[in-house]
């Protein structure tokens, strides 16, 4: 197996496992097609990448030559973001139940800040009052790939409640706020062409309201991010020209029938540009006949939890077995003691011996930025592939790097 035209196995001799690897120029690949379907005449377009998919600086290097702003969470996600160079106007900041600290972080660091809360706005006035503020609107409804990532409805931690955007508008209007923008984000991983447009308009119906009572206009919607990639061979990909022309023309008829003004579009896509550019590299440790097949792997959800935490699917690939016959059934499982650390379920597999070398797709996102060193098995190396060099932009971890933190 090869990517981006370099040998796997080649990578691993070098490298070790486990070992995350990146195609950049798949990344760079990947944004430009979404740029290219989110584009109008006349109405702006802001992409911010969604950073929590996966922050590591030179996938950030990237995404940012290529003309994408940042979507950042948490104060340690904004000096990443500022650390790029990018103008503070392309950096969103969209934490949950800040701390009046992070919030003053965010205020002195002069970027865009979207508040959670109506809470969040008195413990950051207790700073300042920005000129510019917007919310997080939570819409009533919401949809993800699994339950645990929908983000939405009234099940949902974020955003404030849809009843109580017009007490959170005001608010900030009699604070002494001047400009409005307004954002959702309702759940991760979805692949239905019409669920953004749909949240969109329901979005902006709630907003109509908020521009009737309080008379203020929007600069930008933020419709969030939350658009998925296909991880199974029955799934199909977005069609993202349909969407994006169905979400500029609902954003021009809201905004005119509920005099919004002339907002912007934003959007905050993370998996969708480095999901499919990812691999995590790892090899059999041993393979067990117990009351069923387990292939044992120097990876687990350590290493990547999403199997683990949201009963996530991944496919597998072999190297040089890509073609053999799957006549197994197994479990693959890691080495954590835990009973939980298997990262497939009962799923047709070729033959495999000790030392074999697996390769786990579509692991660009949510996989290292959540990995951590349970058990002291410590999180693995990243190497980037861009243009056919390979480098390793992220040494492994030793457990020296945890005898440094131990006072």
Known sequence: MKINNVAVN?????????????????IETNVNHFRKAFQHDTIKTEIFFAMKANCHPAILDIVAKNGLGMDCVSPGELQLALNTGLPKDK??????????????????????????????????????????????????????KYEQITTGGVKAKFGVPFEKAIEAYQTAKEAGVKR?????????GTLDNEHFPMMLDLLLSHLGKVSEKLGIEFEFIDMGGGFGIPYGKDEAPMNLQLIAKNCYKILEERSREFHLGNPSLSMEPGRIFVGDAG???????GIKESYK????????????????LYAAKHTFIVDGKEELPLKDIVSICGQICENTDILAHDIPFPAVAEKDLIIIENAGAYGNVMSMPYNMRMRPAEVGIYNGEVKLITRRETI??????IQ
């Open 91 to 144: 950096i969103l900041y969209t934490a949950n139940y800040e701390s009046e600290a992070e919030l003053k972080f965010a205020l002195e660091s002069g970027v865009i800040i979207n508040l959670d809360d109506i809470s969040s706005f008195h413990r950051l006035i207790r700073t300042g009052v920005p000129e510019f503020i917007s919310f997080r609107i939570n819409p009533g409804k919401g949809r993800g």
């Open 10 to 26: 080649k990578i691993a001799e070098k490298y070790g496992t486990p070992t995350y690897v990146y195609d950049l120029n798949k």
């Open 279 to 285: 691999w995590l590299m790892t090899r059999v440790n």
């Open 180 to 188: 409005f923008g307004a954002h959702m984000m309702t759940g991760s």
């Open 400 to 405: 020296d790097d945890y005898f440094r933190r």
């Open 293 to 308: 097949k387990f292939i044992g792997v120097d990876a687990g959800f350590h290493t990547l939890i999403r199997p683990a």
